[in-house]
């Protein structure tokens, strides 16, 4: 069945849902039109489990890359460079504006489909929770300021993340390296000790 998630994740990535159709999958990966509705329950189900999969992969690599940018530091300058290539990642290149667009239109899918929302909903309480963490850490070595809630905190970053989205649909979007100057001294400046 992963094959037929990817599949679909693929379409998705490229296309309008609605134009979707479960038979080409099905000819497309080889899998079996029965066992496919048989393990998904209907089309909608194939769907919902591709955007659960997707979401999901979007914020597992986002967390990765915070974690390695925190494991591989060992003091506050350390930090606030490691910062700033998370920030500058997330928030350049064509890639980043893809997945940031599709994390948007999945979160903007659950709100019409109550079962995505309820898995979406576990994931997105599930990254902040793991973020809340890491800024704890964080707060804990000194990096950033420890009168204010972790939870908050995690928060806003994400929160930065969506605000981009905005800007990339604009008529005239703020150029990516702006941004993330930007970005990184909006950072620095309020989560940082003095």
């Known amino acids: 069945m992963r094959t037929v998630l990817d599949a679909v994740a693929d379409r ?6 609605r134009l979707l159709r479960i038979p080409e999958v099905c000819r497309a990966t080889g ?6 509705y048989h393990h998904f329950g209907s089309r909608e189900g194939v769907i919902e489990a591709a955007y659960e999969m997707m979401f999901t992969e979007i914020i597992e690599q986002d967390l990765a890359m915070v ?11 350390g930090f606030l460079l490691a910062i700033q ?16 667009t599709m ?9 019409t489909r109550p079962d995505l929302r309820e ?17 704890g850490f964080c ?12 939870r908050s905190i995690a928060v806003i970053l994400q929160v930065v993340i969506f605000g981009r989205n905005l800007d990339d649909l604009s ?18 400046h309020l989560l940082t000790p003095s």
């Open 31 to 36: 899998v079996n039109y029965g066992s496919v």
């Open 171 to 188: 008529a005239k979007p703020i150029p990516e390296q702006e941004w993330s100057t930007f970005m990184f001294h909006l950072f620095t």
């Open 103 to 111: 994390r948007l239109r999945i979160v903007a899918a659950s709100t």
């Open 119 to 135: 898995i979406i909903s576990a994931s997105q309480a599930r990254v902040t929770a793991e973020l809340a963490e890491i800024v």
């Open 85 to 100: 290539g998370v920030l500058e990642t997330v928030s350049t290149g064509p890639d980043r504006r893809a997945s940031r």
């Open 67 to 77: 974690r390695r940018a925190i494991e591989t530091t060992a003091s506050q300058d």
């Open 12 to 17: 998705l990535r490229d296309g309008d849902e």
């Open 139 to 150: 707060q804990g070595q000194g990096w950033i300021r420890a009168d204010m809630s972790s």
